[in-house]
T-cell receptor, first 112, second 110 residues
Framework: DAGITQSPRHKVTETGTPVTLRCHQT?????MYWYRQDPGHGLRLIHY???????DKGEVSDGYSVSRSKTEDFLLTLESATSSQTSVYFC???????????FGPGTRLLVL | RKEVEQDPGPFNVPEGATVAFNCTYS??????FFWYRQDCRKEPKLLMS???SGNEDGRFTAQLNRASQYISLLIRDSKLSDSATYLC???????????FGKGTRLSVIA
């Protein structure tokens, strides 16, 4: 299995609070991605990174920001969490061939 | 219209049955295709790639029809452990190349 971890694995928070999710990889892969997965919608890309300090928006980026200061870490921040951001969040990584993405175990976030 | 579309199912089949899933894609420039498997409350994992000539891996066969823009996955002799959601994935160009379908849920019943 690819060396990719996410923290925390579960989180309950209240509307309006900031939340940061961390993705950590030990594969030295260039590309990192944040997805959310919701029933009826499948996987939707939030933000992605193609190198240190190089990030871009995905399909559903509103309300989220990201940072990548090191190759191994990709942080996803919800500046002010809303109930619509209750979801399962997956981080993924891929090498230069971009063909295969390896996913982390996911973070279950509940915003009350 | 979603770029990659799948029948969400569920497909409920008995053990030992053969089951097939189809997936259609709208971007004719898509370069490659894959099937990922996702178990309940787990992360997606690559199951197999799909080539124009078709490819087989044990009980699993994947095929691509570029003319009709669909991909198929055939599972023979279904096992209980095959119960999962199967995601159809297309590879496009650019930094966000993988486009995921919403998945087809399979339940294999004893």
């Amino acid at each position: 299995d690819a060396g990719i971890t996410q923290s925390p694995r579960h989180k309950v928070t209240e509307t309006g609070t900031p939340v940061t999710l961390r993705c950590h990889q030990t594969e030295n892969h260039r590309y990192m991605y944040w997805y959310r997965q919701d029933p009826g919608h499948g996987l939707r890309l939030i933000h992605y990174s193609y190198g240190v300090k190089d990030t871009d928006k995905g399909e559903v980026s509103d309300g989220y920001s990201v940072s990548r200061s090191k190759t191994e870490d990709f942080l996803l921040t919800l500046e002010s969490a809303t109930s619509s951001q209750t979801s399962v969040y997956f981080c993924a990584i891929s090498g230069d061939n971009l063909e295969t993405q390896y996913f982390g175990p996911g973070t279950r976030l509940l915003v009350l | 219209r979603k770029e990659v579309e799948q029948d969400p199912g569920p497909f409920n089949v008995p053990e030992g049955a053969t089951v097939a899933f189809n997936c259609t894609y709208s971007n004719s420039a898509s370069q490659s295709f894959f099937w990922y498997r996702q178990d309940c409350r787990k992360e997606p994992k690559l199951l197999m790639s799909v080539y124009s000539s078709g490819n087989e891996d044990g009980r699993f066969t994947a095929q691509l029809n570029r003319a009709s823009q669909y991909i198929s996955l055939l599972i023979r002799d279904s096992k209980l452990s095959d119960s999962a959601t199967y995601l159809c994935v297309a590879l496009n160009s650019g930094n966000t190349p993988l486009v995921f379908g919403k998945g087809t849920r399979l339940s294999v019943i004893a």
